[in-house]
């Protein structure tokens, strides 16, 4: 097997292979999207961990 050929494979398996990885990361993102919305409704009612620009004016 010729050497460019041996490339063009093995170029074609890394694209599959980020194409893959490219889905995976979106499909990633929209679940974080979602999670951060729910943690955002959860934490909208309760105390925010850390002091806000509000609290220190306040203070």
Same mark, same amino acid.
């Given at each position: 097997m010729p050497l460019n050929e041996a490339m063009t494979g093995y170029w074609r398996l890394g694209d599959d292979h980020w194409s893959g990885k490219a889905a *995976?990361? *979106?499909a990633l993102s929209r679940e974080w999207k979602r *999670?951060?919305?729910c943690w955002r409704?959860?934490?909208s009612n309760s105390v925010p961990p850390f002091p806000t620009?509000?609290?220190k004016v306040r203070i």
């Open positions: *995976q990361a *979106q *999670q951060k919305r409704k959860l934490f620009a509000q609290d």
